[in-house]
């Protein structure tokens, strides 16, 4: 068990101690990794705030429990792994909590780092022989190899007695070239002294030295005898062949007494030597013609019973106690190669106490994306230090991504939420505000993609300068970025992107430079184009220019001057109609009543346009056909009505004078005070006389309350004229939509007239096409 008041004492240990980082660690790697030791450091606190008036209570088991799992999950194999940093203060404080939370017959290590199932050779007991006689686990002597300890003393012992347990793969520890760089850097100079002077000896045995040759010949023993399933049919043949090449190289080494010196009276044969072991096998395997009397007679005498497993623990245990044997060859060796057993021993020494101090080894750092899953999963942290936490984690795009994947893998699971996971992003982005316009995107739409259409919109308002940057570097870019876009960010974007670009066009000689920026994502160009016309109404050669090849846009500016000389003329009809009602002396009467505010519209510059437009256009038929067609693909004809008012209203142009008499004389009745109004109304009304006879003069056909323009006379004329293109459009609409086809037949006509620059005025067309008796009640009259 653990008491709140212990904990407290290890945790304020634990923050008065440094943390010291390697050296090899970069500065992003370090602050990563402190902000991980943070981030734990606080669920620690959190899981004790609430009992710190109760001293002696006990802390939740579970909890800790979990805690300890969810980080030896993220830290394993990392820089700040237990074994990895075995002194950094806060490992120090969950591995005190480990080995008091550990059971009698629990390994302090599986509740420390609960995915360890063994150690990296065979084990008979975790527990027993990871821990000290104190009970205590020391992570400084071991290294993690995915769920395996590797014991690194023990290795440093095993390794001076034979480094093959170190450098050969297929020896009892299994360690592969990465376990044993760690092995080499782990202790700093001293494990690296210590592995280097182990290597020399290693290259040294594998050299034609006697002790390698004995390390063969033990080796075939073993696999000929009954322990290693050897069959006794084949273990004769096996040893006999093993021993024939062990005797060519023993016949070729030079004299040396030593040989006949080595013993191991430990076994109860204190004068027997190597040499008689060895006699034992050339006794029985080799023929008899090459063994003097003299050895015959050794042999007979020292009686070894030539059993194959007890002969090769008799050579592995020569090889253990007499590593000079491995400096015995039949060719002179370089005597400055010759590795010191003494020395090795005092390497050993050093390297084991370095252990025991060792700083941080470091390898890999778990990259933001490793803690979001925590951060989101975890009941330790509160809302507000969730949000603290991810912001510092965050620091480019893919960090940013792959927070937000988090987000929405969480979403998809469809559990219980612990928290607003909506909220969360929204209060995150903002947390981010000073990181999102600095980080470079390489695929900013993959983040958009990421986010919920309201947080697309805080996205957008927190980095109000970034969106038309990315024009500026990759034009086509826009077009994707927008439609990443969710309604109604999709919206929004293109509102910001425009107003960026309608406020940095600061002369019309630079609508060019902003048309060719935004010209790939048609809706973005299309709000850029109407806010330019409100900036620049007088000044649109550049615009009618920049759109002879862009049909959509061009079509776009029409349809808003269409829409502006209807309002126009609606709201001079409604004034008209207020001054006539106003009664002769209105100033103090009950019914006076205001004239309303006139529109801003300047019809002006609007007329100019539509006239520049019908003389410079280059549209062909097919150009025009194509685009009603586009326009037109719906059930009524109320689209298609308007485009055949806007056409029609379009044939005033040649009567240019009239509108501009009338621009002139409807702008001199704007609203005066009441006073001077009402004092004297003559100049108004003979202003309104001439108003009017304008108006009939110019707009009679379409004012006409008591007759109009019947749809089926004027579609019957141009239906004459438009058989092609109706049979074509004909074949892509239903025969019950006749009425609808008729209707776009007789738009296609007048406009295609006007492309040939044949402009009769409308009063013409119903002198030369009228007919008696007009119908009035026509579903669609050509008037306002």
């Keep these: 068990?653990?008491?709140?008041?212990?904990?407290?004492?290890?945790?304020?240990?634990?923050?008065?101690?440094?943390?010291?980082?390697?050296?090899?660690?970069?500065?992003?790697q370090k602050t990563i990794l402190q902000i991980e030791s943070d981030i734990f450091l606080t669920c620690l606190?959190?899981?004790?705030?609430?009992?710190?008036?109760?001293?002696?209570?006990?802390?939740?088991?579970?909890?800790?429990?979990?805690?300890l799992r969810q980080r030896a999950l993220i830290l394993q194999m990392h820089s700040n792994d237990y074994t990895h940093h075995p002194h950094h203060p806060v490992n120090r404080l969950y591995l005190q909590i480990a080995q008091a939370l550990a059971k009698p017959e629990e390994a302090v290590c599986t509740v420390l780092m609960p995915y360890i199932e063994s150690l990296c050779r065979e084990s008979y007991s975790l527990k027993a022989e990871t821990e000290e006689d104190n009970g205590l686990f020391y992570p400084e002597h071991y290294l993690v190899r995915d769920k395996n300890l590797i014991p690194v003393a023990e290795i440093y012992e095993q390794a001076l007695l034979n480094p093959s347990y170190l450098f050969d793969d297929s020896f009892s520890y299994h360690l592969n070239d990465h376990d044993r760089k760690n092995l080499k850097l782990i202790a700093g100079e001293m494990s690296h002294d210590y592995l280097l002077a182990l290597h020399e000896e290693h290259v040294l045995r594998q050299q034609n030295n006697l002790g390698h040759h004995l390390q063969i010949l033990a080796d075939a023993l073993y696999d000929a005898s009954v322990e290693a399933k050897g069959t006794e049919e084949d273990a004769h043949e096996d040893i006999a062949k093993a021993v024939q090449v062990f005797y060519e190289f023993w016949r070729r080494l030079p004299s040396n007494e030593e040989i006949y010196q080595f013993t191991i009276p430990e076994w109860g044969r204190k004068n027997v030597t190597l040499n008689d072991y060895l006699l034992a096998l050339f006794v029985r395997?080799?023929?008899?013609?090459?063994?003097?009397?003299?050895?015959?007679?050794?042999?007979?005498?020292?009686?070894?019973?030539?059993?194959?497993?007890q002969l090769s623990n008799a050579l592995n245990e020569f090889l253990r106690r007499y590593p000079q044997l491995y400096r015995i060859s039949s060719n002179v060796i370089d005597p400055n190669r010759i590795s010191n057993y003494q020395e090795l021993s005092e390497l050993k020494v050093k390297a084991l106490e370095a252990l025991n101090y060792r700083g941080q080894l470091a390898t890999t750092t778990p990259t933001s994306s490793d803690f979001f899953r925590f951060i989101l999963d975890t009941e330790e942290l509160s809302f507000a230090e969730r949000i603290h936490f991810i912001s510092q984690l965050i620091n480019n795009e893919n960090d940013l991504w792959h927070f937000l994947l988090s987000v929405n893998d969480k979403k998809q699971q469809k559990l219980p939420q612990i928290i607003d996971y909506e909220e969360l992003v929204k209060k995150v982005l903002y947390a981010l505000a000073p990181k999102l316009t600095v980080i470079k995107y390489q695929t900013v739409e993959k983040v958009i993609a990421q986010l919920s259409p309201e947080n697309q919109m805080v996205l957008i308002e927190l980095m109000p300068d970034y969106w038309l940057s990315v024009a500026h570097e990759n034009s086509p870019k826009l077009k994707k970025i927008n439609e990443s876009f969710k309604s109604p960010a999709r919206e929004q974007y293109i509102l910001t992107v425009t107003k960026d670009a309608a406020a940095r066009t600061l002369l019309s000689t630079d609508i060019p430079t902003y048309y060719s920026i935004l010209k790939s994502c048609p809706e973005v160009l299309t709000t850029y184009l109407q806010l330019i016309r409100q900036k620049f109404p007088d000044d649109v050669d550049l615009i009618i220019?920049?759109?002879?090849?862009?049909?959509?846009?061009?079509?776009?500016?029409?349809?808003?001057?269409?829409?502006?000389?209807?309002?126009?003329?609606?709201?001079?009809?409604?004034?008209?109609?207020?001054?006539?009602?106003?009664?002769?002396?209105?100033?103090?009467?009950?019914?006076?009543?205001?004239?309303?505010s006139i529109s801003k519209v300047n019809i002006k510059p609007i007329l100019s346009q539509i006239e520049t437009w019908l003389k410079d256009q280059t549209l062909s038929k097919?150009?025009?056909?194509?685009?009603?067609?586009?326009?037109?693909?719906?059930?009524?004809?109320?689209?298609?009505?308007?485009?055949?008012?806007?056409?029609?209203?379009?044939?005033?142009?040649?009567?240019?004078?009239?509108?501009?008499?009338?621009?002139?004389?409807?702008?001199?009745?704007?609203?005066?005070?009441?006073?001077?109004?009402?004092?004297?109304?003559?100049?108004?009304?003979?202003?309104?006389?001439?108003?009017?006879?304008?108006?009939?003069?110019?707009?009679?056909?379409?004012?006409?309350?008591?007759?109009?323009?019947?749809?089926?006379?004027?579609?019957?004329?141009?239906?004459?004229?438009?058989?092609e293109e109706r049979n074509d459009l004909q074949k892509r609409y239903r025969s019950g939509e006749s009425s609808f086809l008729r209707a776009l037949d007789s738009a296609m006509q007048i406009v295609q007239r006007y492309m040939d620059k044949q402009h009769p005025s409308l009063t013409q067309l119903m002198k030369q096409h009228a007919y008696p008796g007009l119908d009035s009640g026509s579903n669609f009259s050509l008037r306002f």
């Excluded at 606190?45 to 805690?67: G, Y």
């Excluded at 013609?289 to 020292?302: G, K, V």
Aim: glycine letters at 2%; one cysteine or more.
């Design 1 to 28: 068990m653990l008491t709140v008041s212990q904990f407290n004492e290890w945790l304020d240990i634990c923050e008065k101690q440094p943390i010291v980082y390697s050296q090899a660690l970069s500065k992003e």
């Design 45 to 67: 606190k959190n899981i004790v705030a609430q009992d710190l008036k109760t001293p002696e209570k006990e802390i939740s088991e579970l909890r800790l429990r979990t805690l």
């Design 285 to 309: 395997y080799l023929d008899a013609d090459l063994l003097s009397d003299e050895e015959r007679q050794r042999f007979t005498d020292i009686s070894i019973f030539p059993c194959a497993y």
């Design 545 to 596: 220019k920049q759109l002879t090849t862009d049909v959509p846009s061009l079509h776009m500016l029409l349809r808003d001057w269409r829409m502006e000389l209807y309002q126009w003329h609606r709201e001079r009809e409604e004034r008209s109609m207020e001054v006539r009602g106003l009664p002769p002396l209105g100033l103090f009467g009950n019914n006076v009543r205001f004239l309303p």
């Design 622 to 723: 097919e150009e025009v056909i194509d685009f009603f067609e586009k326009q037109t693909f719906v059930d009524n004809s109320v689209t298609l009505s308007k485009w055949i008012r806007f056409t029609v209203l379009a044939q005033l142009t040649p009567e240019k004078k009239l509108l501009e008499e009338l621009q002139a004389n409807f702008y001199e009745l704007e609203r005066p005070s009441p006073l001077s109004y009402f004092s004297d109304q003559s100049p108004y009304a003979k202003k309104m006389e001439r108003l009017n006879e304008i108006r009939k003069n110019l707009f009679h056909p379409m004012l006409n309350t008591d007759t109009s323009l019947s749809l089926q006379q004027l579609k019957d004329y141009l239906y004459q004229q438009a058989g």
